[in-house]
């Protein structure tokens, strides 16, 4: 089985970590990975952040603002010139002035703090914080470096066969019968199957699905690499020993799949992902109870597989020097505003379970993890409603536009209070065997789901220059942050 890195990537890693320390010493700097798969907020979250930072408001939990001890914050320019910037200021008026949500992140991208502020002792320091936006989809990539091109077309194909990803992938199913991998090289075959296996993959993160553990992850968010040999291969029936002929189709596809891993996959783990300090996972796990009892099996096998690929621990003078690693990582559940207050415990208590098998593993290494139920910017506001005389606890928000309950379809101006429903005291219950737990959209009408969470606009009224509406940003700032101002 090929090795994940190897001695040379090591080496480079190692470079370019003490070339980062010898920097560190004159200009204290700190690496923050900020990422989630596809919908999680990721964008929200570093915009909602940067602003935080800059514009203050109310930050209780987050001490260092709280106190006052915090002088200022501005932006500089970012540290990586082939790296895009994080395009902080668009984003921002998106939020603020449209009232829109900005797009998904699909590419790498970079923004540079510098933070001054005064130690509880007294004088001023300075605080450089490298934030780095990446799509979770491309951690998902990780494990493949481990793998051969047998071990992954078996994986991908156990999955495509099982439950309510099998009529989803019936297409591609359909073209992978009709394909020999004994046969001869054919680019128009090799490009037929990329294309089946992409829109397979693409089908299984509909709303009524929502799968999470989807790799490859640059097959949905293909950039500059579209339609290169290194998109162009799919999962085969191999034989039982997975060996592949010479000249033949699955040779073909065996040698960009490893192109895949060299190309795009171990850069990325070497040049940035072994570089951070720290890491937040932004976890969207409200679509999944939305979908149903496999969207949420399946979005705890994609975190625990995210958190494999994560080099944990406490660091040492030669680990900081030759082989960094990542010391805190918070889990959010995001988009908490589309709850009531009453259930945020319960979200991050499902938010627990979710990564119970990963942190208790990964606790073992010494890093500090935390979980979180936050809204980087809160959409919402609470209320109370009566149904049948009984008064319940609700939430007040323009649904987006396209959105329809009970016959209803929203424009994306109206203002509605709704009742979000109340999640189980006790989580175990969702994660009943054989998905007995609760229903979903994969399996029954929308109308007979048992959770029905919109999404929401962002609210009316807010502006650029004052602080953003949160629910427990602060918390995530005092734990990734705090520390390093104290």
Same mark, same amino acid.
């Given at each position: 089985?090929?090795?994940?890195?190897?001695?040379?990537?090591?080496?480079?890693?190692?470079?370019?970590?003490?070339?980062?320390?010898?920097?560190? !010493?004159?200009?204290?700097?700190?690496?923050?990975?900020?990422?989630?798969?596809?919908?999680?907020?990721?964008?929200?979250?570093?915009?909602?952040?940067?602003?935080?930072?800059?514009?203050?408001?109310?930050?209780?939990?987050?001490?260092?603002?709280?106190?006052?001890?915090?002088?200022?914050?501005?932006?500089?320019?970012?540290?990586?010139?082939?790296?895009?910037?994080?395009?902080?200021? @668009?984003?921002?008026?998106?939020?603020?002035?449209?009232?829109?949500?900005?797009?998904?992140?699909?590419? !790498?991208?970079?923004?540079?703090?510098?933070?001054?502020?005064?130690?509880?002792?007294?004088?001023?320091?300075?605080?450089?914080?490298?934030?780095?936006?990446?799509?979770?989809?491309?951690?998902?990539?990780?494990?493949?470096? @481990?793998?051969?091109?047998?071990?992954?077309?078996?994986?991908?194909?156990?999955?495509?066969?099982?439950?309510?990803?099998?009529?989803?992938?019936?297409?591609?199913?359909?073209?992978?019968?009709?394909?020999?991998?004994?046969?001869?090289?054919?680019?128009?075959?090799?490009?037929?199957?990329?294309?089946?296996?992409?829109?397979?993959?693409?089908?299984?993160?509909?709303?009524?699905?929502?799968?999470?553990? *989807?790799?490859?992850?640059? &097959?949905?968010?293909?950039?500059?690499?579209?339609?290169?040999?290194?998109?162009?291969?799919?999962?085969?029936?191999?034989?039982?020993?997975?060996?592949?002929?010479?000249?033949? *189709?699955?040779?073909?596809?065996? #040698?960009?799949?490893?192109?895949?891993?060299?190309?795009?996959?171990?850069?990325?783990?070497?040049?940035?992902?072994?570089?951070?300090? #720290?890491?937040?996972?932004?976890?969207?796990?409200?679509?999944?109870?939305?979908?149903?009892?496999?969207? *949420?099996?399946?979005?705890?096998?994609?975190?625990?597989?995210?958190?494999?690929?994560?080099?944990?621990?406490?660091?040492?003078?030669?680990?900081?020097?030759?082989?960094?690693?990542?010391?805190?990582?918070?889990?959010?559940?995001?988009?908490?505003?589309?709850?009531?207050?009453?259930?945020?415990? #319960?979200?991050?208590?499902?938010?627990?379970?979710?990564?119970?098998?990963?942190?208790? #593993?990964?606790?073992?290494?010494?890093?500090?993890?935390?979980?979180?139920?936050?809204?980087?910017?809160?959409?919402?506001?609470?209320?109370?409603?009566?149904?049948?005389?009984?008064?319940?606890?609700?939430?007040?928000?323009?649904?987006?536009?396209?959105?329809?309950?009970?016959?209803?379809?929203?424009?994306?101006?109206?203002?509605?209070?709704?009742?979000?429903?109340?999640?189980?005291?006790?989580?175990?219950?969702?994660?009943?065997?054989?998905?007995?737990? &609760?229903?979903? *959209?994969?399996?029954?009408?929308?109308?007979?789901?048992?959770?029905?969470?919109?999404? &929401?606009?962002?609210?009316?009224? !807010?502006?650029?220059?004052?602080?953003?509406?949160?629910?427990?940003?602060?918390?995530?700032?005092?734990?990734?942050?705090?520390?390093?101002?104290?």
């Amino acid at each position: 089985m090929p090795a994940r890195i190897t001695l040379l990537d090591e080496a480079r890693i190692g470079l370019r970590a003490l070339f980062d320390r010898v920097e560190d !010493i004159a200009a204290p700097t700190l690496r923050l990975g900020v990422t989630g798969l596809s919908r999680s907020g990721k964008t929200v979250f570093t915009t909602a952040l940067i602003h935080a930072l800059i514009r203050g408001g109310r930050l209780p939990v987050f001490e260092a603002a709280n106190s006052g001890r915090i002088a200022g914050a501005v932006l500089k320019p970012q540290p990586d010139d082939a790296v895009p910037r994080f395009p902080y200021e @668009d984003h921002l008026a998106q939020i603020v002035e449209a009232r829109l949500w900005p797009s998904s992140t699909t590419r !790498i991208s970079e923004l540079r703090l510098e933070i001054r502020y005064a130690p509880p002792r007294g004088g001023e320091r300075t605080l450089t914080l490298d934030l780095v936006d990446y799509p979770g989809e491309w951690l998902l990539d990780l494990p493949l470096l @481990d793998m051969s091109y047998a071990d992954f077309c078996r994986t991908s194909l156990t999955l495509a066969r099982e439950g309510v990803r099998a009529p989803l992938a019936a297409p591609f199913l359909g073209a992978l019968a009709a394909a020999s991998p004994s046969g001869p090289e054919d680019e128009t075959r090799a490009r037929a199957l990329a294309a089946a296996f992409t829109q397979y993959l693409a089908a299984c993160r509909s709303e009524r699905v929502a799968m999470s553990l *989807l790799p490859p992850g640059r &097959f949905l968010m293909p950039g500059d690499l579209e339609g290169s040999p290194a998109l162009t291969f799919a999962p085969l029936d191999l034989p039982s020993d997975g060996k592949t002929r010479p000249g033949s *189709l699955a040779a073909m596809m065996e #040698r960009r799949f490893e192109a895949y891993k060299s190309a795009v996959v171990r850069p990325f783990f070497r040049e940035h992902f072994a570089r951070l300090d #720290r890491q937040i996972v932004l976890v969207d796990a409200l679509s999944a109870l939305n979908a149903g009892p496999a969207a *949420l099996a399946d979005l705890e096998r994609a975190l625990d597989s995210i958190l494999t690929a994560f080099r944990l621990g406490r660091n040492s003078i030669v680990s900081t020097l030759f082989r960094p690693r990542i010391e805190r990582v918070l889990f959010a559940a995001t988009k908490a505003d589309h709850l009531h207050h009453t259930s945020h415990d #319960r979200l991050e208590a499902i938010l627990q379970k979710l990564v119970e098998r990963a942190l208790a #593993r990964a606790k073992a290494e010494g890093a500090l993890f935390d979980v979180a139920a936050l809204s980087a910017v809160r959409a919402t506001r609470e209320a109370t409603m009566t149904r049948n005389g009984e008064v319940l606890p609700a939430i007040v928000g323009t649904p987006e536009a396209g959105q329809e309950v009970a016959g209803h379809t929203f424009d994306g101006d109206e203002e509605v209070g709704v009742f979000p429903g109340d999640l189980p005291a006790v989580p175990d219950a969702l994660f009943a065997p054989g998905g007995a737990g &609760f229903r979903g *959209l994969s399996s029954t009408d929308g109308a007979d789901t048992d959770f029905r969470f919109l999404r &929401f606009r962002p609210p009316a009224g !807010i502006g650029a220059g004052a602080p953003l509406p949160h629910i427990r940003l602060d918390r995530a700032l005092q734990f990734l942050l705090g520390d390093r101002l104290a």
